[in-house]
């Protein structure tokens, strides 16, 4: 089983905000975790990229990983209108390959001015 | 700047008619993949390939083939299109065909009608 769940949103927030996004996921074997960007008419591009549980910062951005409850988080601190965008998580296990990689379906993200 | 070019970046194609997408990188990437994406639908991989030479089938193979000739191009190929076929095609590369992060180009916007 490879579901993983996401809020489609739109998640509306003004700016300043933090904001929180999250996926959920089933399978355990689970081990690489990653969240991609997308903006409009865009391909999505690689934000961050965690291995197994903790916490990853970058900037404004953090990433979480809580393995015991299969729940990954993104947050973004002091939101800007550019962060506006749809955010992907991914993740993938050992061995998994190129079909091992599950996306979610996205959270459209709006940072109002 | 390196990364994945994708060409056309969009056309509208009569149902029936055959149809490549190209998709070249420039990363020196092993591994390089096909995936659609359609509203309510997220990411769906259709063809990917390991290393050249090699390719796979992924979650939405049918009417779609490719070919993996070389390292650097991966053309994917609708033979007879059908409306169904509609949607935003994005390749992608990654070093290596485990774990490896993903890195997308820009999609092809393609419309049957």
């Known amino acids: 089983q490879k579901e993983v769940e996401q809020d489609p949103g739109p998640l509306s927030v003004p700016e300043g905000a933090i904001v929180s996004l999250n996926c959920t996921y089933s399978n355990s074997a689970f081990q690489y975790f990653m969240w991609y960007r997308q903006y409009s008419r865009k391909g999505p591009e690689l934000l961050m990229y965690t291995y197994s549980s903790g916490n990853k910062e970058d900037g404004r951005f953090t990433a979480q990983v809580d393995k015991s409850s299969k729940y990954i988080s993104l947050f973004i601190r002091d939101s800007q209108p550019s962060d506006s965008a749809t955010y992907l998580c991914a993740m993938t296990y050992s061995g998994g390959g190129a079909d091992g990689l599950t996306f979610g379906k996205g959270t459209h993200l709006i940072i109002q001015p | 700047t390196a990364g994945i070019t994708q060409a056309p970046t969009s056309q509208i194609l009569a149902a029936g008619r055959s149809m490549t997408l190209r998709c070249t990188q420039d990363?020196?990437?092993?591994?390089m993949y096909w995936y659609r994406q359609d509203l309510g639908l997220g990411l769906r991989l259709i063809h990917y390939?390991?290393?050249?030479?090699?390719?796979g089938k992924g979650e939405v193979p049918d009417g779609y083939s490719v070919s993996r000739a070389n390292t650097d191009d991966f053309p994917l190929t609708l033979a007879s299109a059908v409306p169904s076929q509609t949607s935003v095609y994005f390749c992608a590369s990654s070093d290596r065909p485990n774990n490896s992060p993903l890195h997308f180009g820009n999609g092809t916007r393609l419309t049957v009608t």
């Open positions: 390939s390991n290393t050249a030479g090699t390719t």
């Open positions: 990363m020196r990437h092993n591994a």
